[in-house]
């Protein structure tokens, strides 16, 4: 499975943007690029994906460099209910993988008030 | 709607005992998913299905078996409880099969804490 590389931990202020980075440079053509979000004792929730376009939802914003080797998530304002561990993730569709997902150690995000 | 549904949510065992672990989703997904999560560690599957009556090891399977019962349950078995099986487990659903699909957002349940002495 390709890697993921993300830093252990950030920190922003309540209402800043937040911007996690994650460095894959091994990715494959049919990787999807997956961010996943764990609350304290919660499960991990989905945040948003992508393939080569940037993406926006409602929870963020995905932007994905044009190699692909490399991607952010933009949380536009963060809250203090965005302290969280974030997950990037390669998920591949194809094949055999049955779209397991393989999470590495994540980013450890703190908001301060 | 309940999306993933794990049972129980806490569970204390001896070393020796056997456990199963309860998986349901109503969201009519065909692939499922077991995950273990240590203090301090991002999520490693133990085992998945990619449909009703398969089953296939993930990275840390040893000491688990798993059931996909019907399209909604999938169980998972510890057949003599260790200390090292102390985790929290995570049971997960999402639309992704053989075939693909765009609709890859997989749901997770809360988790069953599990600690064996």
């Known amino acids: 499975d390709a890697k993921t590389t993300q830093p252990n931990s950030m920190e922003s202020n309540e209402e800043e943007p937040v911007h996690l980075p994650c460095n894959h440079s091994?990715?494959?053509?049919?990787?999807?690029i997956h961010w996943y979000r764990q609350l304290p004792s919660q499960g991990p929730e989905y945040v948003i994906h992508?393939?080569?376009s940037n993406v926006n939802n409602r929870m963020a914003s995905l932007a994905i460099a044009e190699d692909r080797k490399s991607s952010t998530l933009i949380l536009h304002r963060a809250t203090l209910r965005d302290a969280a561990v974030y997950y990037c993730?390669?998920?591949?569709?194809?094949?055999?993988?049955?779209?397991?997902?393989?999470f590495g150690q994540g980013t450890i995000l703190t908001v301060h008030p | 709607n309940a999306g993933v549904t794990q049972t129980p949510k806490f569970q204390v065992l001896k070393t020796g005992q056997s456990m199963t672990l309860q998986c349901a989703q109503d969201?009519?997904?065909?692939?499922m998913y077991w995950y273990r999560q240590d203090p301090g560690m991002g999520l490693r599957l133990i085992y998945y299905?990619?449909?009703?009556?398969?089953?296939d090891k993930g990275e840390v399977p040893n000491g688990y078996n798993v059931s996909r019962l019907n399209k909604r349950e999938f169980s998972l078995r510890l057949e003599s409880a260790a200390p090292s099986q102390t985790s929290v487990y995570f049971c997960?659903?999402?639309?992704?099969?053989?075939?693909?699909?765009?609709?890859?957002?997989?749901?997770f349940g809360q988790g069953t804490r599990l600690t064996v002495v």
């Open positions: 997960a659903s999402s639309e992704a099969g053989v075939s693909g699909s765009m609709n890859t957002e997989a749901f």
């Open positions: 091994t990715i494959s053509g049919t990787d999807y």
């Open positions: 992508g393939l080569t």
């Open positions: 993730i390669l998920r591949d569709l194809g094949g055999t993988s049955y779209g397991k997902l393989t």
């Open positions: 969201m009519n997904h065909n692939s």
């Open positions: 299905s990619a449909s009703e009556g398969t089953t």
